[in-house]
């Protein structure tokens, strides 16, 4: 079902990045700037009680933003579709999507966010843990395509619903009271956090999905890369990081995506290079550098012949 975000768009604060969308309406691009989390720590998480006279506007992120559903209900608006929410409910937002909530008068629902960067969870982590087949409601559920997406979003009940909580409010302390080695233990609630969550995603999705394990772990990688585009991604470390050759790896992925890993790690970033460019003002080099690129000769060569045209070029006709 699709709906036009400008329908439910009351007024647009100036307090970050404004661009306007597809849909012509002006929209907020948020930063983690906006919030008083710790230098060098880009991790944020607060509790938020909406009603119709106090409703987010139509916004994007530049990173990651978690959202639990404490109580209540209302309308959330992702890009063109829209769909109920209630208690319960645990989604993800990605970087560049917009979203918003409508509310009925007599509605009213808290939420609790949590915002932090894609790569929060450093790979080494998962390398060392083991876990890179665990964290599907981080790396394969947020990519599913929007009807899957929601469909398939996590409605918790009862113990799951309680544990959450949990979790989420051991993080609000830690965040809250900032005592030594909060940020160490911030970033393991997250991993544990998302593991719970991903064993709740895996139990209902083995009920209705029929995708093969290859192409569960294709998924998986594919989602691995998303997140942590911007840093250095070789075969090697894939192999290592999810338990595959490298000559089956790339053997799967060509099989899957009609692309060999290198490619697909370039379509990311040029995809990324692509909004970073319309969206901001920084200079080419330093977009080179945010999408994984020190050498600024090599991404333009990069970007000239995946895109067309060079970068300078490109923003100037898509700003």
Not at 39 to 56: E, G, K, T, V, Y
Not at 101 to 128: G, M, R, T
Not at 156 to 166: F, M, N
Not at 195 to 202: A, F, G, P, W
Request: some cysteine; charged content about 30%.
């Amino acid at each position: 079902m699709e709906v036009s975000p400008k329908h439910f768009c009351c007024r647009y604060k100036r307090q970050g990045r404004d661009k306007y969308g597809e849909t012509g309406v002006c929209m907020r691009i948020k930063s983690m700037k906006l919030y008083s989390h710790p230098r060098d720590f880009p991790f944020w998480i607060q509790r938020n009680l909406h009603d119709r006279r106090d409703m987010p506007d139509i916004h994007a992120h530049e990173f990651v933003e978690l959202i639990f559903v404490a109580e209540g209900r209302a309308t959330h608006l992702f890009q063109d579709i829209f769909y109920e929410i209630q208690e319960g409910d645990v989604f993800i937002i990605n970087p560049g999507e917009r979203h918003g909530y409508a509310l009925e008068e007599d509605q009213q629902i808290e939420i609790v966010n949590c915002l932090f960067e894609p790569n929060f969870i450093p790979h080494s982590l998962l390398s060392d843990l083991r876990i890179s087949d665990s964290l599907d409601f981080f790396y394969v559920q947020p990519f599913l395509n929007g009807h899957s997406r929601f469909h398939h979003k996590l409605n918790l009940r009862g113990e799951a619903a309680d544990k959450t909580r949990g979790f989420l409010e051991e993080l609000l302390q830690e965040l809250y009271h900032r005592q030594p080695g909060y940020q160490a233990m911030i970033q393991l609630r997250m991993t544990e956090l998302f593991i719970l969550l991903s064993r709740y995603y895996k139990d209902r999705k083995n009920k209705t999905d029929s995708r093969s394990p290859r192409e569960l772990l294709i998924r998986r990688i594919c989602g691995y890369v998303e997140r942590h585009y911007n840093q250095k991604i070789t075969l090697s470390h894939l192999s290592a990081m999810f338990h595959i050759g490298v000559r089956q790896l790339n053997r799967l992925f060509n099989q899957y995506t009609g692309a060999s890993v290198i490619e697909y790690v370039h379509r990311i970033r040029m995809e990324k290079a692509k909004l970073l460019l319309t969206d901001t003002d920084e200079k080419v080099n330093v977009v080179a550098e945010m999408v994984g690129y020190g050498d600024p000769a090599f991404f333009n060569k990069l970007f000239v012949r995946e895109v067309g045209c060079p970068p300078g070029k490109y923003r100037e006709e898509n700003r």
